[in-house]
């Protein structure tokens, strides 16, 4: 006979826009499992296209972005996936994820103002993927951006 105190349940914390992140992460996985480890990034990216859009995911492949610095345009850059115009998806197809794999995808969403990010590893027998969050996230601007 099972105690009550080994009954406890698990309490699931819900993050901003965990379920379209998890609907992103649901197509990764499922890709992986097809396709495994060991293929170029673009494989991935292809994969991830067609899987994104069985889910019925709006989004941008290979987006370009401008990159501000105060408040002056100084270049572009292509995030992998735009989903919904608010989630960053960068994908990689590497052996291990190192630090500044994670602090370019974080510079990606500031130099960007989203909120939100996904970083997704391909190159490892199990699927790696790290949520991120923009910390310096500017609510304000992100409406101004949009309305323009």
């Given at each position: ?35 495994g480890n060991g293929f170029q990034e673009v494989i991935y ?32 850059r292509r995030v992998d996936f735009l989903v919904e115009g ?39 027998k199990s699927l790696e993927f790290k949520r991120l969050i ?15």
């Amino acid at each position: 006979m099972e105690s009550n105190e080994s009954k406890k349940s698990v309490v699931q914390t819900t993050y901003k826009y965990s379920e379209l992140t998890g609907k992103i992460i649901g197509c990764a996985m499922e890709v992986h499992k097809i396709l495994g480890n060991g293929f170029q990034e673009v494989i991935y990216q292809r994969a991830m296209e067609k899987e994104m859009v069985l889910q019925g995911l709006l989004f941008n492949r290979e987006f370009e972005m401008p990159i501000f610095y105060k408040e002056e345009q100084i270049g572009t850059r292509r995030v992998d996936f735009l989903v919904e115009g608010i989630i960053s998806v960068e994908l990689k197809a590497i052996i291990k994820l190192e630090d500044v794999h994670l602090a370019q995808a974080i510079n990606y969403l500031e130099a960007y103002n989203l909120e939100i990010g996904l970083l997704i590893n391909f190159g490892t027998k199990s699927l790696e993927f790290k949520r991120l969050i923009n910390s310096k996230f500017n609510n304000k601007s992100a409406k101004s951006n949009q309305s323009t």
